[in-house]
């Protein structure tokens, strides 16, 4: 089944010329099923590139998938188009008494603030809250996944010496994991953070489960079921020129390890995580979806 997002989103075009089936409102109108809702909290600037990541992995999968677009209520972004972000985005405020089968909270640009400096850190640990009564299951990525970490379970980020970017080999530390059934035993995963979680800060009654780590980038993902949460601190979600486009905004000052051939920034990146990307996000749906209630009113009851 295809990903129904708005006619007009960017994203669609994107989607449609890569082959991925994306419905329309009147298509899936006659399809006698409950698709899934999965929320976006997009925190990210560049709106749109996230969207269409998401969008795209998302959009693999045989389920139909009702995508809804959210930002936080009071933050201004300056980085996309206020006509896109007013079209296409709900602020959370407006859908408090709302339910949700999945929600995806992406990282944002301030890994080098404390998370209370964070402008909006009281609205978005208000969402992390609402989730474990309005969501059915969360998934986090990279500074979102730290910052309900730190909500949830009081676990501390670390700031790195230098930024750890590149394409890094990642472990399979529990290959019977639904969230990672049909990954390899080691799959490459894009890194781009300035923060890490450690493992021992991880309280050990808390439940949570490492499920991939890398010798060199450290940990990738953790189970969370306490939460009905998966973290994520790495971007299987990358499209094959995002690490370049970064490393050309940063001016060079940042050389992605293990991405460039030879490591010459001339040379076009290989996409070696691609189908690790597709297999976890698809597992992430299929999950949810096997476990979530048809009735959506029982969503956080159980």
């Given amino acids: 089944m295809p990903i129904r997002i708005a006619d007009t989103l960017p994203a669609r075009r994107t989607l449609e010329a890569e082959g991925v ?16 809702r999965i929320a976006l909290l997009n925190l990210m600037p560049d709106k749109i590139t996230t969207e269409t990541q998401i969008a795209r992995v998302l959009g693999a999968s045989p389920l139909q998938i009702e995508l809804e677009l959210l930002r936080i209520s009071d933050h201004v972004s300056r980085n996309t188009a206020a006509g896109h972000l007013a079209e296409f985005y709900r602020p959370w405020s407006d859908v408090v008494a709302e339910k949700f089968d999945g929600l995806i909270v992406t990282g944002a640009p301030v890994e080098t603030l404390a998370f209370e400096a964070v402008t909006y850190w009281p609205e978005l640990t208000r969402i992390f ?31 790195l010496a230098a930024k750890a970017s590149g394409v890094f080999a990642h472990a399979n530390l529990a290959p019977a994991s639904p969230w990672l059934r049909g990954m390899p035993d080691r799959f490459d995963v894009p890194v781009s953070r300035w923060s890490e979680v450690r493992a021992a800060d991880l309280p050990p009654a808390s439940g949570l489960a490492v499920l991939a780590a890398s010798d060199e980038a450290g940990l990738c993902l953790i189970d969370d079921p306490a939460r009905r949460a998966l973290h994520m601190f790495n971007h299987l979600e990358y499209d094959t020129l995002t690490l370049a486009h970064e490393f050309a905004r940063d001016q060079g000052a940042y050389l992605p390890v293990h991405y460039f051939p030879h490591d010459d920034p001339a040379a076009h990146p290989v996409n070696t995580w691609r189908g690790a990307g597709h297999i976890l996000f698809g597992n992430w749906i299929n999950q949810v979806y096997q476990t979530t209630p048809f009735d959506m009113g029982l969503i956080g009851t159980r």
């Fill in 21 to 36: 089936i994306v419905m329309g409102e009147s298509e899936a109108a006659r399809q006698d099923i409950r698709p899934l």
């Fill in 129 to 159: 809250d609402w989730s474990q009564t309005h969501v059915h299951h969360t998934l986090t990525l990279c500074w979102g996944a730290m910052a309900a970490l730190h909500h949830f379970h009081g676990v501390s980020k670390h700031a």
